[in-house]
């Protein structure tokens, strides 16, 4: 297949790696190249069976407006934006394409977030929870993406907003710590990832899944399909 990366960040750069390794060809347009989504026509994208952006939370919605308006399909691994969800929602409707996101493409963090489903049950048994993530100066947005995912899963399962911790330290790649605290004792749950790797063979993966499809689809409900 033909994808289109926009954005050549550490992520962005093993995305391009892990999709050349699978067979797939793949171009690169990076965000000097693409100012306000200028460098995505309707004529450059129809080459291409999935755009795969990640990029940053100031440029996304616009680089998701010019695909959509294209019909071409579109895997979004930025975070930062998802305050937006319900206009991108209408645009992907409107144009009858494919859009798949996600707060984390790692398989492992999707099952840590489901180990954190069953464990919210935690917090109605006297526990007081935190959430702390640690990430790299260089991240754009904090609290993560996927910090928040932990945060709503708990709050639906359990009625119970946790706070959130933000650390940026030198070139974390990203850790998740869920830790539940009583008076009798404690329960901690870590994510550790040791590379970008897993988030690059993920959005590989969930790309391959999307060409041809239609619809908007979020990476936890799909990733056991891939």
């Given at each position: 297949m033909k994808f289109l990366l926009l954005g050549h960040g550490k992520t962005g750069a093993l995305v391009a790696e892990t999709a050349a390794q699978r067979k797939h060809h793949v171009e690169v347009l990076r965000s000097a190249d693409n100012p306000r989504a200028s460098g995505l026509s309707a004529e450059k994208l129809r080459n291409f069976?999935?755009?795969?952006?990640?990029?940053?939370?100031?440029?996304?919605?616009?680089?998701?407006?010019?695909?959509?308006?294209?019909?071409?399909?579109?895997?979004?691994?930025?975070?930062?934006?998802?305050?937006?969800?319900?206009?991108?929602?209408?645009?992907?409707?409107?144009?009858?394409?494919?859009?798949?996101?996600?707060?984390?493409?790692?398989?492992?963090?999707?099952?840590?977030?489901?180990?954190?489903?069953?464990?919210?049950?935690?917090?109605?048994?006297?526990?007081?929870?935190?959430?702390?993530?640690?990430?790299?100066?260089?991240?754009?947005?904090?609290?993560?993406?996927?910090?928040?995912?932990?945060?709503?899963?708990?709050?639906?399962?359990?009625?119970?907003?946790?706070?959130?911790?933000?650390?940026?330290?030198?070139?974390?790649?990203?850790?998740?710590?869920?830790?539940?605290?009583?008076a009798n004792d404690n329960i901690y749950l870590c994510h550790d990832a040791k590379s970008r790797r897993g988030f690059a063979e993920g959005a590989v993966r969930a790309a391959e899944w999307l060409a041809g499809r239609k619809g908007f689809f979020e990476f936890k409900d799909v990733w056991r399909e891939l």
């Open positions: 069976n999935v755009v795969i952006d990640f990029t940053t939370p100031t440029t996304v919605i616009e680089n998701i407006a010019a695909c959509m308006r294209a019909g071409v399909n579109m895997v979004v691994g930025t975070t930062g934006w998802y305050d937006e969800i319900s206009k991108v929602k209408t645009l992907v409707e409107t144009a009858n394409a494919g859009f798949l996101y996600g707060a984390n493409f790692s398989v492992g963090i999707n099952l840590f977030l489901e180990v954190a489903r069953s464990a919210a049950a935690a917090l109605q048994q006297g526990y007081v929870g935190q959430i702390f993530e640690r990430h790299h100066v260089h991240k754009k947005d904090a609290p993560s993406g996927t910090a928040i995912a932990i945060q709503n899963i708990l709050k639906d399962n359990s009625s119970t907003e946790v706070e959130i911790t933000s650390f940026r330290e030198g070139e974390v790649v990203g850790m998740h710590e869920l830790v539940f605290d009583s």
